[in-house]
């Protein structure tokens, strides 16, 4: 039990560093994710194929996976530009909105009630995210970017929910990153029309003043390569796989519950990290604050659930 914990906590920490990486990376965020996902398809690719994984899925599952995909790149693309276009912990704040849009969307897109209680955190998130764009106007394009990638990743979460248990997760990552590695594929040559000036290759960064007081300036002058293949390997496909063994022993609770630590996990990391703590003001804090209210709300409903069930 102790190891499963370990082993999903490092998963978790690894999802909240992609936000790091993702400011490191100087890609824009379109290129960013094809990269990602490129390299996340090819390394996952290699360990089906290695480890004689590799599971036929029919049509009708490829057309779901492949929505899915779509969704995923969107919602990273919208993800990595609301770092770009504010910071990390913003970005992170923003997405942890998204269990609450889950909760709201859920009920509307299985055709089943919702409940007050969950529209009642809804209002408590969205008055968050209110405070969050109201005090801190000069990133409001990310603030909208973020909320975007929220609502994105709560879509894509409820359509996995329905074939989780219809195919292996590995095979369902690699087709869902091989269709959205395609479709952004597609979608380049709009990209390059109109911003002719978008960066294709990965190139050496020179982070300047972000490494100012980080101690034994470790991330000086890196190579975008190493992130993108850190964010690949590590944040994707290894962070995937202790999720997985960690699944195998602890409960579908204890995995929510953990995994609403991740902008937590990211925030402190950004903090550490870019020192973006001096960037922040009152009106983060108190929608900070509000939405972490809708979040431990959410989890005591959870837990009155979970004991209504059991009893």
């Given at each position: 039990?102790?190891?499963?914990?370990?082993?999903?906590?490092?998963?978790?920490?690894?999802?909240?560093?992609?936000?790091?990486?993702g400011?490191?990376?100087?890609l824009?965020?379109?290129?960013?994710?094809?990269?990602?996902?490129?390299?996340?398809?090819?390394f996952?690719?290699?360990?089906?194929?290695?480890?004689?994984?590799?599971?036929?899925?029919?049509?009708?599952?490829?057309?779901?996976?492949?929505?899915?995909?779509?969704?995923?790149?969107?919602?990273?693309?919208?993800?990595?530009?609301?770092?770009?276009?504010?910071?990390?912990s913003?970005?992170?704040?923003?997405?942890?909105?998204?269990?609450i849009?889950?909760?709201?969307?859920?009920?509307?897109?299985?055709?089943?009630?919702?409940?007050?209680?969950?529209?009642?955190?809804?209002?408590?998130?969205?008055?968050?995210?209110?405070?969050?764009?109201?005090?801190?106007?000069?990133?409001?394009l990310?603030?909208?970017?973020?909320?975007?990638?929220?609502?994105?990743a709560?879509v894509?979460?409820?359509?996995?929910?329905?074939?989780?248990?219809?195919?292996?997760?590995?095979?369902?990552?690699?087709?869902?990153?091989?269709?959205?590695?395609?479709?952004?594929?597609l979608?380049?040559?709009?990209?390059?029309?109109?911003?002719?000036?978008?960066?294709?290759?990965?190139?050496?960064t020179?982070?300047?003043g972000?490494?100012?007081?980080?101690?034994?300036?470790?991330?000086?002058?890196?190579?975008?390569?190493?992130?993108?293949?850190?964010?690949?390997?590590?944040?994707?496909?290894?962070?995937?796989?202790?999720?997985?063994?960690?699944?195998?022993?602890?409960?579908?609770?204890?995995?929510?519950?953990?995994?609403?630590?991740?902008?937590?996990?990211g925030?402190?990391?950004?903090?550490?990290?870019?020192?973006?703590?001096?960037?922040?003001?009152?009106?983060?804090?108190?929608?900070?604050?509000?939405?972490?209210?809708?979040v431990?709300?959410?989890?005591?409903?959870?837990?009155?659930?979970?004991?209504?069930?059991?009893?």
């Amino acid at each position: 039990m102790k190891k499963a914990l370990v082993q999903l906590h490092l998963a978790v920490i690894l999802w909240g560093f992609t936000a790091i990486l993702g400011k490191l990376i100087t890609l824009e965020a379109p290129m960013l994710v094809w990269y990602r996902m490129l390299l996340t398809a090819g390394f996952m690719l290699l360990i089906l194929l290695t480890g004689r994984k590799w599971v036929t899925v029919p049509a009708k599952g490829v057309q779901q996976m492949t929505r899915i995909g779509v969704l995923m790149a969107a919602h990273w693309v919208a993800f990595y530009a609301a770092i770009k276009f504010s910071n990390a912990s913003i970005a992170l704040v923003c997405l942890s909105t998204s269990s609450i849009f889950t909760s709201l969307l859920e009920p509307w897109m299985n055709k089943t009630r919702h409940r007050w209680e969950e529209i009642s955190l809804g209002i408590l998130a969205l008055g968050g995210m209110y405070c969050i764009y109201h005090f801190q106007d000069l990133y409001a394009l990310g603030i909208i970017f973020g909320i975007v990638a929220a609502m994105l990743a709560a879509v894509f979460t409820i359509y996995n929910k329905r074939i989780a248990n219809d195919y292996p997760a590995r095979t369902m990552v690699f087709y869902e990153m091989t269709t959205g590695f395609i479709v952004v594929s597609l979608l380049l040559p709009v990209l390059f029309y109109f911003l002719p000036q978008t960066q294709f290759l990965p190139q050496q960064t020179d982070m300047g003043g972000l490494t100012d007081g980080f101690p034994g300036n470790l991330l000086h002058t890196p190579n975008d390569w190493i992130w993108l293949v850190i964010m690949a390997l590590c944040c994707t496909v290894w962070a995937q796989t202790l999720a997985l063994n960690a699944l195998k022993k602890l409960s579908s609770f204890t995995i929510a519950l953990s995994v609403n630590m991740e902008p937590v996990y990211g925030i402190l990391l950004a903090i550490l990290i870019f020192r973006e703590d001096k960037q922040l003001n009152a009106g983060f804090i108190i929608g900070m604050l509000l939405i972490c209210l809708s979040v431990i709300w959410q989890t005591r409903s959870l837990i009155l659930q979970s004991k209504k069930k059991s009893a």
